[in-house]
């Protein structure tokens, strides 16, 4: 039973992670346009533009819609300013508590985004959207 547990968690961490760059695109939640995100998802998007020295370019990060079960906050998103989840964490985000229509602004050349979502309870999901641009 506790092997079986583990062995769903590895596979939907395994589905469930990506690195986008560079063009400024889309990313949306498990599942965002048919029936919403399932229970104990655990997904990341590492967002990576160049490097350039000085740091001239940014990330900033838009949710044009966001729509995570309202109540309680046991679903999330988070934004670390680095590349992992061991880097300071630039925001957090849940149902009550949505993102800001101007975005969040990376203070450097990569942010690591993480959703999570608990074990009950679910809604429509996010649709977000990251621009590399010019500080
Ligand atoms: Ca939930």
């Not at 939907?12 to 048919?34: D, M």
């Not at 990576?48 to 906050?73: A, C, N, R, S, Y």
């Not at 989840?85 to 993480?114: I, Q």
Request: hydrophobic fraction near 35%; include cysteine.
């Amino acid at each position: 039973m506790f092997t079986s547990i583990l062995r769903l968690r590895f596979v939907s961490r395994a589905a469930c992670h990506f690195t986008i760059g560079e063009k400024s695109q889309e990313f949306t939640s498990p599942n965002y346009l048919t029936d919403g995100y399932p229970n104990s998802q655990f997904c990341s998007w590492r967002i990576l533009v160049e490097k350039k020295t000085p740091p001239t370019e940014q990330i900033l990060i838009k949710f044009p819609e966001f729509h995570l079960q309202k109540g309680k906050d046991g679903d999330k998103v988070r934004i670390y300013s680095g590349w992992d989840d061991r880097a300071p964490l630039l925001a957090e985000f849940n149902g009550n508590s949505p993102p800001p229509a101007k975005g969040v602004a990376s203070k450097n050349h990569v942010v690591y985004v993480v959703f999570t979502s608990d074990s009950q309870g679910k809604s429509k999901g996010f649709r977000g959207l990251f621009l590399n641009q010019s500080k």
